[in-house]
């Protein structure tokens, strides 16, 4: 095993965790602090998981497929391979969900410190998006585990 693959794996496996461990993390508490329904937590809590997404969820998803590609091509796996195939459709999916994720969390964070700003109740429009990243959510989050058992068991379709 070279010092490069060994290098690239370590950052791998890293970045892999911080994409997984980031998005699981703050979703978790995104997600409590909505059912808490305080505005001021929201806004508060949105804020963190909108410059966490930025600092460490967006780096991390460019990290992942530039050590992974680099890894098949040390490694000798076609880039073609079925698993890996299946490996960018799934990434693929979880981004298209992400991205407007990361949107409809800027904006119900917006409406939440707009609320506390105004003294107001949280506006039907928060709960419209907040319905909209639960939904999608879901997929980028069962996308990435499908990501993590190719990843681990490599079959051979």
């Given at each position: 095993m070279s010092?490069a693959?060994?290098?690239?794996?370590?950052v791998?496996?890293?970045?892999?965790t911080?994409?997984?461990?980031?998005g699981?993390?703050?979703?978790?508490?995104?997600?409590?602090?909505?059912?808490s329904g305080n505005?001021?937590?929201i806004?508060?809590?949105a804020?963190?998981v909108?410059?966490?997404?930025f600092?460490?969820?967006?780096?991390?998803?460019?990290?992942?497929?530039?050590?992974?590609i680099?890894?098949?091509h040390?490694?000798?796996?076609?880039?073609?391979?079925?698993?890996?195939?299946?490996?960018?459709?799934l990434?693929?999916?979880?981004?298209?969900?992400?991205?407007?994720?990361?949107?409809?969390?800027?904006?119900?964070r917006?409406?939440?410190?707009?609320?506390v700003r105004?003294?107001?109740?949280?506006?039907?429009?928060?709960?419209?998006i907040?319905?909209?990243?639960?939904?999608?959510?879901?997929?980028?989050?069962?996308?990435?585990?499908?990501?993590?058992?190719l990843?681990?068991?490599k079959p051979?379709?």
């Amino acid at each position: 095993m070279s010092d490069a693959y060994f290098l690239l794996k370590v950052v791998h496996i890293l970045s892999a965790t911080v994409l997984f461990g980031t998005g699981l993390g703050t979703a978790v508490h995104f997600w409590l602090a909505h059912r808490s329904g305080n505005a001021a937590a929201i806004a508060v809590v949105a804020r963190n998981v909108v410059l966490a997404d930025f600092a460490l969820t967006a780096p991390s998803g460019v990290v992942q497929p530039t050590t992974g590609i680099a890894l098949a091509h040390l490694t000798g796996w076609p880039l073609l391979s079925p698993w890996l195939l299946a490996t960018y459709a799934l990434y693929a999916l979880a981004f298209a969900c992400w991205a407007p994720v990361v949107v409809l969390q800027m904006r119900a964070r917006d409406l939440a410190a707009a609320a506390v700003r105004c003294e107001q109740s949280l506006p039907p429009r928060y709960f419209s998006i907040m319905r909209w990243w639960f939904a999608l959510g879901w997929p980028a989050f069962l996308a990435l585990v499908a990501v993590f058992v190719l990843m681990v068991a490599k079959p051979d379709f």
